[in-house]
């Protein structure tokens, strides 16, 4: 459902389906768009707030509504497709917004253009909510994800949600992993740096865009490939961000400067915490830095 940039369209997500969503809007400046919305949603139709799996809005929830939406929605997923401005210069920010905006919302996108892929996401993440699977400490998680570039250049990302997971058989969870890991295969390619001190880096690259390169870390012939090229077993492996990814023997030279890269990590966009694994030839992983701070969502605080 589409909308001008002024308006703040509101999408309500039920239980996690993806063919029961309730609209809202109200103006983009309103303090209180998404409580608005919520308002109209329940003219529409009584639902309750439990209800509610995921929203999302065209315009970054103020203060106001950051707190509402804490109280009333506390579990949901939350995105947006525009930040507010930190002033009051609105003109500014509606008239990039115009600029960008794609012709639809990019949750909606995603879930009609996108194409699944594994993503990383850690313990700072909705994980209620998102469908999980460990991979280490209960720290580093596996999950699905419909995703897409929009033409404006953003990320489109739909979420496989907790419920729906659990609903699915065996063969139904196979047949979305070999889907999923042959997207993220297709076009997957290493890059290699030789450094006469240091030893081999090699970046992992997928694309133009390299979306969802990190996640690479869980193909099965990852580690094999990647030994191959710098010529050691046991792998120091750098997720700069879920599209970045460098890695090097445990024995190079490259190590600190590998984890010197995640600990200052600007990365925010994900749910994913920048983090250095060890990885050896039997499949063990093990997370031996991350960025201090790790990520809170934005729409988190309050």
């Given at each position: 459902m589409d909308s001008p940039v002024d308006v703040n369209l509101v999408v309500f997500q039920v239980n996690g389906r993806d063919d029961d969503l309730l609209h809202g809007?109200?103006?983009?400046r309103a303090e209180d768009a998404v409580r608005q919305a919520?308002?109209?949603?329940?003219?529409?139709?009584?639902?309750?707030?439990?209800?509610?799996?995921?929203?999302?809005?065209?315009?970054?929830?103020?203060?106001?509504?950051?707190?509402?939406?804490?109280?009333?929605?506390?579990?949901?997923?939350?995105?947006?497709?525009?930040?507010?401005?930190?002033?009051?210069?609105?003109?500014?920010a509606l008239d990039a917004a115009a600029a960008a905006r794609a012709g639809q919302d990019s949750f909606v996108q995603a879930e009609r253009d996108g194409e699944w892929l594994p993503i990383l996401h850690t313990y700072d993440g909705p994980l209620k909510l998102y469908a999980?699977?460990?991979?280490?400490?209960?720290?580093?998680?596996?999950?699905?994800?419909?995703?897409?570039?929009?033409?404006?250049?953003?990320?489109?990302?739909?979420?496989l949600l907790k419920n729906r997971f659990e609903a699915m058989t065996g063969d139904e969870l196979q047949e979305l992993l070999d889907e999923a890991c042959g997207n993220l295969a297709r076009g997957l390619r290493f890059g290699v740096h030789d450094d006469e001190a240091?030893?081999?880096?090699?970046?992992?690259?997928?694309?133009?865009?390299?979306?969802?390169?990190?996640?690479?870390?869980?193909?099965?012939?990852?580690?094999?490939?990647?030994?191959?090229?710098?010529?050691?077993?046991?792998?120091?492996?750098?997720?700069?961000?879920?599209?970045?990814?460098y890695v090097a023997g445990a024995s190079s030279g490259w190590v600190e400067e590998i984890t010197d890269w995640v600990r200052t990590s600007p990365d925010t966009s994900g749910d994913l915490v920048p983090t250095v694994l060890l990885i050896d030839g039997s499949g063990n992983m093990e997370i031996i830095a991350e960025r201090p701070t790790g990520r809170v969502p934005a729409d988190a605080t309050v």
């Open positions: 809007a109200a103006p983009a919520w308002r109209q949603v329940q003219e529409q139709r009584d639902v309750q707030a439990s209800e509610v799996t995921r929203i999302h809005s065209t315009w970054q929830p103020s203060r106001v509504d950051r707190v509402f939406l804490a109280g009333t929605f506390p579990r949901a997923e939350r995105t947006h497709d525009f930040d507010r401005p930190d002033g009051d210069d609105w003109d500014t999980s699977l460990p991979l280490v400490d209960g720290r580093l998680y596996l999950g699905f994800a419909k995703t897409t570039i929009t033409p404006a250049g953003r990320i489109g990302m739909s979420h240091k030893g081999r880096l090699v970046s992992v690259e997928r694309g133009d865009d390299n979306l969802c390169a990190a996640s690479a870390i869980v193909l099965g012939q990852f580690h094999d490939n990647v030994a191959h090229h710098v010529g050691e077993d046991r792998l120091i492996v750098g997720l700069v961000s879920p599209d970045h990814i």
